[in-house]
């Protein structure tokens, strides 16, 4: 004979279970909760008395032991906030990362100051965080939302659907920029960026995409590609932003220069102080 269970039994219990296995073991019991409910966090939080059917504890602990076991809380629920907005995930597409705000940030910011510049690409955009969260910012922006993979791009369109930006996000296959004419006032990627060697060795080799993580042998195999052939698809006076690992800046920066010897580099740091962003601008 089963004992009921109420909501705050089901949160003490997961707290316990995630222990050190999670940064914040009480927000993601909520957030598992609050999905398998169909309910929001503060609904969930404003009643620890609910008593939880059977189906529902099940699907509850199923959940809860992929989570202990390592895999993603967004591939769990579907969700991932990004740049204050609510993205659909799934395993075919790379988690979107808080790191990877800063170049929407600089992408806005270049948008915002060339109000005539409004040809952008997204190369690589996986679940199109960056294509769509600058077109929501952007009234009259259009973005091309660029990625070799048809599954991840059928990700993008469904978030360009959900955030009103579908006739202005143009999700489209393409091996970086080898379908696209432009050119292009900006170009922005956050291409694999981690080495081949590196990516065995790291948790998010286990769940997330290859084809999003794996850089090649030094990590910039992508990014040299890239700039090879954005060399002649950039306008005058346009920009490119290219997320980076932490160590590569140096090398980053060497690449962009002989790819635009006429251009102006800077890389950019974090919010810990590490090289993150590639600037480029013509």
Not at 14 to 32: F, Y
Request: hydrophobic share 45%.
């Amino acid at each position: 004979m089963r004992t009921s269970v109420n909501l705050g039994d089901w949160l003490a219990r997961a707290r316990l279970k995630l222990g050190e296995a999670s940064e914040h073991p009480g927000l993601e019991a909520q957030a598992l909760l609050a999905h398998a409910l169909r309910r929001q966090r503060a609904w969930v939080l404003a009643h620890p008395e609910f008593q939880l059917a059977d189906e529902q504890r099940i699907e509850l602990d199923a959940l809860l032991a992929r989570l202990c076991a390592g895999e993603p809380l967004p591939y769990l629920t579907g969700e991932q906030e990004f740049f204050g907005l609510a993205f659909h995930v799934t395993p075919d597409v790379l988690i979107p990362r808080p790191e990877t705000e800063q170049l929407v940030e600089r992408a806005l910011a270049y948008l915002k100051a060339n109000p005539g510049r409004r040809k952008a690409v997204d190369v690589g955009t996986g679940s199109g965080c960056i294509a769509v969260s600058l077109a929501h910012h952007i009234s009259d922006l259009h973005v091309l939302a660029a990625d070799l993979s048809w599954r991840a791009l059928r990700v993008a369109q469904a978030n360009a659907l959900r955030h009103a930006a579908a006739g202005r996000v143009h999700c489209l296959a393409s091996d970086l920029l080898e379908a696209l004419e432009g050119p292009f006032d900006l170009i922005c990627a956050n291409l694999p960026y981690i080495p081949s060697r590196a990516l065995s060795g790291l948790p998010v080799g286990r769940y997330e995409p290859a084809l999003a993580l794996d850089g090649g042998e030094d990590g910039l195999r992508l990014i040299r590609r890239l700039l090879g052939q954005a060399a002649g698809r950039v306008a005058e006076g346009g920009l490119v932003l290219l997320e980076i690992e932490y160590r590569q800046g140096s090398e980053a920066a060497r690449l962009a220069r002989r790819a635009f010897p006429a251009a102006r580099v800077t890389i950019l740091q974090d919010l810990s102080g590490l090289d993150r962003i590639c600037e480029i601008s013509l």
